[in-house]
């Protein structure tokens, strides 16, 4: 290595002396900026610390190096460092990078997942020491079905490391983790410090404050933006043909198309497509392998998703880590975070971006070779529209979505994370795990346990006393109180608690078994109809089902070279960002056609603003169609659906909409009157909150009271209802 100045010099000088050598083997010429820094920052400091760097710019290396440094040598029962990761996949690859330096270092390291060798947890169980990488949901079951084990294990820790933090910020597994890592530091006299790793955090504050609730200030951020490589983009856009009934030759749909340029971009070369559903994923899959046997050359393109067998994933996985065979993934968001899965030529995503922390994490599995640019393809199916087609559709909304997207990934936004509405499933599951762990707890210490920091602190203590209440009540029945006022498990807690799913805070479905030839491809919903002579798409072929065990959930199937396969299911319903809405209408203003559009992107765009300027939304926010009325709103999607709740308060029949909401029966004077009126009448958020339906989303949702959900659901929302009234007066006013 040859360091390029003092400083860094410095710094490699921290390091252990066989961590110095392993560098010298892998022949770096320098420890890169991000790496040169968090040594530093680990070994000279007792900090909390947050990296945050592109993708491939060295984050894991710059979290281990100084850990493994500091650890080694460690006197004393239980592991010095734990890794956490949201995804099995991902602690495997990293295992791979580790274990070969840690066995050097006389440093033991283990997989901690549901996959793992249990012979190697085993030795760990007897011997505790060194390194963990382990899930949420396997310290979550250490904690319920072993908990002196996770004292021994986990109580003298002396960093946390956590992977892919961005995948955290947001959704019940990150709330889950939260209060984990609270739990971790009441078995330990000294609290963790905890090292945050992640390349698409919007927010370093809010991260950083996640790290260290209430002490987000006091967190040692390593922030790198480093070098981005070079970006070649393309827009593709493809239209439907319109519906001609009693045609005995329909044209091909506009996946059909899509997938013929899949199929001659992609083929010789390794790829990612991100394609959203399952199900389109299968279906594209499927169009691929099919065009490749019509076309008499090896098929090359394979479906990744979670419903697929561990098998299948890994083997698709390895043989793109390999790079041996030219290998394109149809994927889900399943190879979004950090598998190692070698280098990839290009990306491409079926569907305009409402992500820009998506896009960017899925863009950085390109170009990560030195010199090599990053490529990314976007295909849009778009309907085929008329002059009595909705607005909405004659606005193009998926192409001027996607060109906005690439404007804010240009100005490197990321979206902030917001509040999760899974709060309450998280405390109660929490609260039923810590009494199995300790065989009883007072509701006090349960809350501070809890809900005492964190991003779980929204729960108030009178909250949190409704819930137990519900949780004891004879229609829920999951607790029950003791004479010395200590909370248990009644029959029905011990019955979800002893539950397989239990660990998992996300909510799975029951599931159906495919069984091939005696070898197991994967799972699908058990809501799927199956029946014998029923054609499935799965694992990137068709099957027929040729038996059923309804007792055993296991589907037997044969391959099919024939028969048709199910039709495509909506792309994701993911919310977008105000920001990104607004820079739509920024899109939509504008002349020119940015040269990454193809021929057929480009008209679109120039068809999007052509109905922009003939329904005059520059100045208006109402296009009037018959009976109806679309109001454009340029807003995220938080505020388009409280405004939606707010005309339905007053009566009105409306529906959100991508970028507003469309009204029934209305005409643009009917929303100024609606809109005028309501914002002269003043109201609360509770007032909304009484109008809100499907407030039971969460997998524990159905065991907390509705009054309780509805009161956090205001909790959420209590600091909208100026931006909300704002809306009203300006469309109350709007020509």
Partial sequence: MKPSDSETVGSFDLLHPEIRRWIWEQQWQELRDVQDRAIRTILQSEADVLIAAATAAGKTEAAFL??????????????????????????????????????????????WHGDAPQSAKQRARRDPKGVALITPESIEAMMVRRPADARRLLGNVDFIVIDELHAFLRGPRGLHLASLLQRIDVLNAKRPRRIGLSATIGDLRQGAEWLAPGRGDTVSVVESPGGSPELRLQIRGYVHPPEVRGSASPKPDAIDEIVDHLFSSLRETSNLVFAGSRKRVETIADRLRVKSETCGVPNEFFPHHGSLSKSLREELEARLR???????????????????????????????PRSLSSLRQRLGRSGRRKDTPAILRIYLDVPYVTADSPAIDRLRPDIVMSVAAI????????????????????????????????????????????????????????????????????ETALIEQAPDGNLMLSTEGERIVEGRDFYAIFETDEEWRLVAAGRTLGTIPISNAVGVGTVLAFAGRRWIVEAVDDRAKVVEVVSSPAGKVPEFDS?????IHSELAREMLVVYGQSDVPRYLDESAGRLLLEGRSAFREFDLASTPFAYEGSNTFVALWEGAEAISLTAIAFTMAGYDCEPEEIGLVFRGCSPDDVRAAASKIANTPFTVADLASFVKNLRNAKYDDYVS??????????????????????????????
């Fill in 571 to 575: 792309l994701s319903g993911e919310a």
């Fill in 407 to 474: 404007n804010l990934l240009i100005r490197k936004f990321v979206e902030p994370a917001g509040e999760d509405p899974s709060v309450a499933t998280v405390v109660l599951h929490q609260t039923l795990s810590i009494i199995a762990q300790r065989g009883g707890e007072t509701p006090a210490r349960l809350y501070d346990a809890i809900c005492g920091a964190g991003p779980l602190a929204m729960l108030s203590k009178a909250d949190y006393v409704a819930m137990l209440r519900h949780a004891a009540s004879p």
């Fill in 322 to 352: 390999e790079g041996g065979l030219p290998t394109t993934a149809v994927a889900t968001t399943t190879l979004e975070l950090g598998v190692d899965i070698g280098a990839v030529k290009s990306v491409a995503q079926i569907g305009p």
């Fill in 706 to 735: 509705e009054n309780l959900l509805r009161n956090l659901w205001q909790k959420r929302h209590e600091g909208s209802i100026c931006h909300v009234t704002n809306i009203l007066r300006s469309l109350a006013f709007s020509a």
């Fill in 66 to 111: 100084p850990v493994l440094t500091a650890i080694a040598g460690r006197d004393g029962e239980g592991f010095g460092a734990i890794y956490i990761s949201p995804l099995k996949a991902l602690i495997n690859d990293q295992f791979r990078r580790l274990d070969l330096l840690c066995e050097r270092m006389e440093i033991d390291v283990v997989r």
